[in-house]
């Protein structure tokens, strides 16, 4: 069964650093585009950006762009999304999701919440 | 967001219900449509303007005329009622845009 599974909740106060995961299985990990989208509470999807796993490459959104930084490690099937400082403005549900053929998404990731507060 | 859709939709059981998404790119990019149910992660029920993936019934179906595309459910269930989400290409190639989502309400 192909799948994307990520890493759990996580509670955060602002200033500090985080990373969230996601794990594929069941397919070439190596071979598909990954990207990540960000829904605040309440509100719509948003394109973060989308790394390519065999080569690193990397294209971000413009509007996430030196916002975060989305990375993939092919020896762990893994990819990564990662904020240096987060502020409260950065709580939300994040997506992991497999860019299938065309620019279709056919495989999400679980998603994992996260909650930045002091 | 860069795809125009109508906030919200509504129709009875066993209705047919019709949810657009405009612009631009449209008429150069193909669209996908998505379901998503309260607190879930989207699924994939369109691609390519008009495809059905496994598992998706018949009743949904997607059309294309220039700017505008159209996720059409028929024979409406109490189950349909979620968020649709178009999405696309952005002008450059490079980057997904979705719709703001289309919240169906099933009467």
Redesign the interface.
């Known amino acids: 069964e192909v799948q994307l599974v990520q890493s759990g909740a996580e509670l955060k106060k602002p200033g500090e650093s985080l990373k969230i995961y996601c794990k594929g299985s069941g397919y070439s990990f190596s071979n598909y585009w990954l990207?990540w989208v960000r829904q605040r509470p309440g509100k719509?999807?948003?394109?973060m950006g989308?790394v390519h796993p065999g080569d690193s490459d990397v294209?971000y959104?413009?509007s996430f762009r030196g916002q975060v930084t989305i990375a993939a490690d092919t020896s762990l099937n893994t990819a990564y999304l990662q904020w240096t400082t987060v502020r409260a403005s950065d709580s939300a549900m994040y997506?992991c999701v497999r860019r299938?053929d065309?620019?279709?998404?056919?495989v999400?990731?679980?998603?994992t919440l996260i909650t930045v507060s002091s | 967001?860069e795809l125009t859709q109508p906030p919200s939709v509504s129709v009875s059981p066993g209705q047919t219900a019709r949810i657009t998404c405009s612009a631009h790119v449209l008429a150069q990019?193909?669209a996908?449509w998505?379901r998503q149910m309260p607190g879930q992660?989207?699924?994939?029920v369109i691609?390519?303007d008009r495809e059905r993936?496994s598992g998706v019934p018949e009743r949904f179906s997607g059309a294309s005329s220039g700017t505008t595309v159209t996720l059409t459910i028929s024979g409406v269930r109490a189950e349909d009622e979620a968020v649709y989400?178009c999405?696309?290409?952005d002008s450059t190639g490079?980057?997904?845009?979705?719709?703001?989502?289309t919240h169906l309400t099933v009467l």
């Not at chain 1, 719509?44 to 394109?47: A, K, M, N, R, V």
């Open positions: 990207g719509g999807l948003e394109w989308i294209i959104s413009p997506f299938g065309g620019y279709r998404l056919d999400w990731g679980q998603g | 967001y990019q193909y996908y998505y992660a989207p699924v994939l691609y390519q993936p989400y999405q696309s290409v490079t980057s997904v845009v979705f719709g703001g989502g």
